[in-house]
């Protein structure tokens, strides 16, 4: 009798433990909807300035399936998927989900891309990149930062993507020239190696601006003929003078 | 010390950390005591002071001087904090912690004021123990906030932030309570002497601003921290000094606590801990980072960091098209942020042919072998730009001795000693002054990038007043061109424009001024994504300077944003924005409707000018809806944050220091009233805070104003505070000379305040018209000047706040300790008021509100003569 119900007891347990654990995976997962249809309004929003209305929907489909929780501190998780940068240590942050998604429409993937990421932080723009091409080229320079994000991609099956803990001023020549890149770290000036190992037809994105804050995005595109220009782009739809132009 | 001394001690902190706030003084006054006191001979007597002494004691010597101790490490506390909280947090941010702790004063009044009985029977205890706890909780207070993991960038995102702030409010309000305390004991104690005791207070006050400014010199700031202190403790010791042997053990444990936190800031404890986020923590997370150097004096905590794994490779804005890489360079931080370089120069002129690749260079490119002007050369990159560009010779300001030591000295082998170069000048001292005095006239004046980008596109200078960034400064380099030479000033672009037009805007007024009729014809505008440069002619552009200024932007992939004759389809070529910004806002500046467009502007970019020195602040009330709803789509980073801290700052201060005010009201009206005439609560009240806002106006005011005549703005904050606390003390103790009788009369108020009008009223209106008079006579002459003007000033400014305290003292003693928490809250508040109110209407018209407020203080006059007219 006392055997049964002590079996019994265990079942309960796991499966209330179970439950649990889905409820929670439950949660994150509508949370992520939520934080998905939240950067749809946004674009939405500056879409008069933009005059694009929604980003790629391959790239909002990314959002919606990375798992972002997994890429802060456990006292974070329930912030995640705020729409709001977060903290990861060593001064570093995690950028606002919108600026993620429009940094990562504004490289235009491909599946077939090889793309470059400097500054890897806590891996997730990485991943959400991994998502999206063929091969991810991701470098730090804060090594417990590179090596707890190479770990954690790991674990999250990212096998697409290689990590490495070096100075990224010269890029990553062995697997150059690369579809895209990504300068997530606080740069002076863009090195020029960078713009060599941009592919013609290349798309370049740095982020500027200060931890928690991107002030605008810089946009460096490659022609077919080897020219650069640049964009600044204002990710707020914002006319700074009143009344019509 | 007094409430006065509060506020003057902020004032100066913030210029000593180029921070945004003031505060300043207000007076105080002293208060005689009735009691008797074990030493009360002591001290009394002296010419005509003995009418009003004989009657009343004052308190024992060691008494007096561990009352000047208190306020001493009270005033230098203040400075120091603001120095601190500049350099683990942002300065913006330690001018509101401070602002807030400083109601302990406010607090402290209300305190003394409920207890006052119970205090009245333990006096000496309470203020040797009180002492104690200021010394202890200075340092202890400190080490705890600066653990409290407060984030500033997170203030709005994260919910837990602001209690975090709180947390930090009331341990920064413990030691300011602990001190104000023992000045307001004291005070209330010897009401009838608060001209004498008020003199002691205040002249420790002035012996502690300028010995924390040698100190901060000379030491680290976390030591002189400890020497702050151990001050206090030693006052609590001199406090106990008596003949029993529990109060001989306790001022030993004083003197032993006193030696502990010495040891514990200058060792263990002894470097500050910093924000992660500042760029200097952010820098030694990099692999292979090491800190080679440190240094530190008021005008800043310098780090020199070494990075040989990641190399550092700072070239703000380097074009794309730059052949080659910037040399090695060594990272060096001014409070852990704003990263500069120190290049490396082996005398090789090929390694530096980066720096023809910024925006800066390109005044090199129209005029040949010029004589060039270096203004904040820091680290002396800009130096080795002009000699790259082939300068026969080249003058250098920096204000910075230490920076400059850093590259001449200590890393000399390293910089190749830019500065010893043939044909280089080095002149220690600051730019402004230096314009004013020079005879000289250059082809090339280059106003360098000094402050870092992430601090200035975040607004945290909003509040910094710079007179490098004014219209008059812009006229004062313009008369130093040679015919055809070049200002060029460069800054950083942010999106939407905001420095970068209204630095234009006040080209186009200096120019004006200065008597061009078509400023466009002098004017160059040219931007990368990260930097844009501004030149200004003494002359109209040829035909050929526009052509090379169009090859050298064509080379670089920079743009330009004006030139005269500009067409709209070039403003795009290379760096393309949503809208021609530059290019229209440099046109709408030029036009007729120059006005409007600033009006219509959603940043404030109307020139800055020196009355209203504010070039940073951007900000405007407007916008702030439309960027708070833009929250979650990346609209706070247009938030300027300076600003609206300032305002925060005013309102927490206003509720708080009326709560201090109101409280201790209803327990004012419980106590049986004891004394010849009842005044009145709300004219007391208003007469103290009328005093506490026109003395700190004044104050403030005149610190500003000072900082053109003596130039660098640490000497300006040094010489005008010392000399107003010394004056003040003295024209507080000389009010003592008054009879009882006669500070009853509304007219032993009215002649210092009549003073203090005429001399404000002129000085405001002589001032601007006499500094380009004497701006070149020698230093020595000029401070000189400044004590001659301050030290009547002040003296006549140190009698309302003693005079009208032994009035009412005479009427209700109780009162005594809440005006004088009336009037510490009014001080607190109006330095953050004044500076609100100089962004606005400019430090003259604070003046002429002071004015006016004196002139009420006369008819608030709270003495019995007064309310009965006799």
Not at chain 1, 186 to 202: N, W
Not at chain 2, 171 to 176: A, N, Q, T
Not at chain 2, 695 to 722: D, G
Not at chain 2, 776 to 785: D, F, K, Q, S, Y
Request: hydrophobic share 50%.
């Amino acid at each position: 009798m006392r055997c049964p119900t002590r079996l019994r007891l265990v079942a309960t347990l796991l499966l209330a433990a179970g439950l649990v654990c889905s409820h929670a995976q439950d949660r994150f997962a509508s949370e992520r909807q939520h934080m998905v249809r939240e950067i749809e309004r946004t674009q939405l929003a500056v879409s008069g300035e933009t005059g694009q209305r929604a980003l790629d929907p391959k790239v909002m489909a990314v959002m919606g399936r990375v798992e972002r929780h997994r890429f802060v501190g456990e006292g974070l998780q329930s912030e995640a998927y705020d729409n709001r940068p977060l903290p990861i240590g060593h001064g570093q942050t995690i950028s606002q989900p919108y600026i993620v998604a429009l940094m990562t429409d504004l490289m235009q993937t491909k599946s077939g891309h090889r793309v470059l990421e400097l500054g890897t932080g806590s891996g997730y723009q990485a991943a959400v990149l991994a998502e999206l091409v063929r091969e991810v080229y991701t470098m730090e320079i804060i090594e417990p930062l590179g090596k707890q994000a190479a770990e954690r991609l790991a674990q999250l099956g990212y096998r697409n993507v290689q990590v490495k803990v070096a100075d990224g001023y010269y890029g990553w020549p062995e697997h150059a020239p690369f579809d895209s890149i990504i300068v997530t770290a606080a740069a002076s000036h863009v090195p020029p190696a960078l713009v060599k190992q941009l592919k013609p037809g290349g798309r370049l994105v740095v982020p500027v601006g200060t931890s928690f804050l991107t002030q605008y995005l810089l946009l460096i595109e490659k022609q077919a003929d080897g020219s650069v220009t640049t964009r600044q782009i204002l990710p707020v739809a914002f006319v700074p003078l009143t009344g019509s132009h | 010390m007094s409430a006065g001394e509060r506020g003057s001690t902020q004032c100066s902190s913030r210029n000593l950390s180029y921070s945004p706030l003031v505060h300043c003084n207000d007076e105080f006054g002293s208060t005689t005591c009735r009691s008797p006191s074990p030493l009360a001979g002591e001290g009394r007597g002296e010419g005509p002071t003995r009418a009003a002494a004989s009657k009343h004691a004052l308190p024992p010597a060691r008494l007096r001087f561990a009352l000047s101790l208190v306020s001493a490490a009270a005033l230098a506390y203040e400075i120091l904090l603001t120095r601190l909280f500049s350099i683990v947090q942002w300065h913006h941010f330690a001018y509101m912690m401070i602002s807030v702790a400083l109601l302990g004063y406010g607090a402290a009044g209300a305190f003394v004021t409920l207890l006052q009985d119970w205090l009245a029977r333990r006096f000496e205890a309470a203020f040797a123990l009180c002492a104690a706890l200021f010394g202890l909780s200075a340092a202890g207070c400190y080490l705890l906030a600066q653990a409290v993991p407060f984030n500033a960038l997170e203030l709005l995102w994260d919910l837990k932030q602001p209690l975090w702030l709180l947390v930090v409010y009331l341990l920064l309000f413990l030691p300011f309570f602990f001190a104000a305390i023992c000045v307001c004991l004291m005070l209330t104690r010897y009401a009838d002497l608060a001209g004498r005791i008020y003199s002691f207070d205040i002249l420790g006050a002035a012996a502690g601003c300028l010995l924390v400014i040698l100190g901060l010199f000379a030491l680290a700031p976390l030591t002189v921290l400890g020497g702050v202190s151990a001050t206090a403790l030693a006052a609590g010791a001199l406090g106990c000094v008596r003949r029993t042997l529990r109060s001989s053990m306790a001022a030993a444990a004083s003197l032993v606590a006193a030696g502990v936190v010495l040891w514990a800031l200058h060792g263990p404890f002894g470097r500050p801990q910093l924000s992660p986020y500042k760029d200097l923590s952010q820098t030694l997370e990099v692999m292979g980072t090491r800190v080679l150097a440190e240094t530190s004096s008021p005008l800043g905590w310098l780090t020199v960091v070494e990075s040989p794994q990641v190399p550092f490779r700072y070239a703000p804005g380097l074009s794309l098209n730059a052949p080659g890489e910037p040399p090695e360079q060594l990272a060096l931080f001014t409070d852990g942020a704003g990263m500069n370089a120190i290049v490396r120069f082996d005398g090789a002129r090929q390694p530096l042919a980066y720096l023809d690749y910024m925006t800066s260079a390109l005044p090199y490119h129209l005029v040949e072998h010029p004589h060039v002007l270096v203004l904040g050369a820091g680290s002396g990159v800009d130096v080795l730009q002009a000699l790259y560009a082939g300068a026969t010779a080249v003058d250098a300001v920096e204000l910075n001795a230490q920076v400059v030591r850093l590259v001449e000295e200590r890393f000399a082998s390293f910089s190749g000693r830019p500065y010893k170069q043939p044909g280089v000048t080095l002149h220690i001292g600051e730019a402004r002054g230096f314009l004013a005095a020079s005879r000289q006239r250059y082809d090339v004046i280059q106003l360098a990038l000094l402050d870092a980008f992430g601090a200035s596109s975040a607004g945290l200078y909003a509040l910094s007043e710079s007179y490098l960034y004014t219209v008059e400064a812009l006229e004062s380099a313009l008369n130093r061109l040679a015919p055809g030479g070049y200002l060029s000033v460069t800054r950083w672009v942010t999106l939407p424009p905001r420095d970068t037009l209204k630095l234009f805007g006040m080209a186009v007024t200096a120019l004006e001024r200065s008597g061009v009729s078509d400023p466009g014809r002098n004017l160059v505008l040219i931007r990368g994504w990260k930097t844009a440069t501004l030149l200004v002619k003494n002359g109209a552009l040829t035909a050929r300077d526009i052509e090379r200024v169009r090859s050298f932007c064509r080379e670089r992939s920079f743009d330009v944003g004006w030139y005269p004759g500009m067409q709209v389809q070039e403003a795009e070529r290379y760096n393309r924005l949503d809208e021609p910004y530059f290019y229209d806002g440099a046109v709408a500046l030029l036009g007729a409707r120059r006005a409007e467009f600033i009006d219509r502007y959603k940043f404030y970019i109307a020139p800055a000018v020196d009355d209203r020195p504010y070039f940073f602040r951007f900000f405007e009330w407007r916008t702030l809806p439309e960027l708070l709803r833009l929250k979650e789509r990346g609209g706070l980073p247009l938030l300027e944050w300076g600003y609206p801290l300032l305002a925060v700052t005013l309102v927490q201060s206003l509720l708080l220091g009326l709560v201090l005010i109101l409280l201790p009201l209803r327990m004012l009206a419980r106590r049986p009233f004891q004394g010849p005439v009842r005044p009145m609560r709300a004219l007391v009240a208003a007469y103290f805070a009328a005093i506490g806002v026109a003395f700190m106006f004044v104050e403030i005011a005149f610190i500003q104003k000072f900082v053109l005549l003596l130039h660098h703005p640490l000497y300006a904050v040094a010489v005008a505070l010392f000399a107003f606390l010394l004056s003040a003390g003295l024209g507080s103790r000389r009010s003592q000379r008054l009879s009882d009788a006669a500070v009853q009369r509304r007219q032993a108020v009215a002649a210092p305040v009549v003073a203090i009008i005429v001399a404000t009223l002129v000085y405001a209106a002589v001032l601007p018209r006499l500094l380009p008079l004497v701006a070149a006579l020698p230093e020595a002459v000029r401070i000189a000047l400044a004590l001659a003007l301050i030290l009547p000033l002040g003296f006549a400014m140190g009698m309302p706040f003693p005079l009208a305290v032994r009035a009412v003292a005479a009427l209700e003693r109780a009162l005594v300790p809440w005006a004088w928490g009336v009037n510490a809250c009014a001080s607190v508040v109006s330095a953050v008021l004044a500076t609100l109110l100089a962004i606005h209407i400019g430090f003259t018209r604070v003046l002429l509100i002071a004015a006016v407020l004196y002139g009420l203080a006369v008819w608030l006059y709270p003495g019995r003569g007064a309310k009965t007219g006799a």
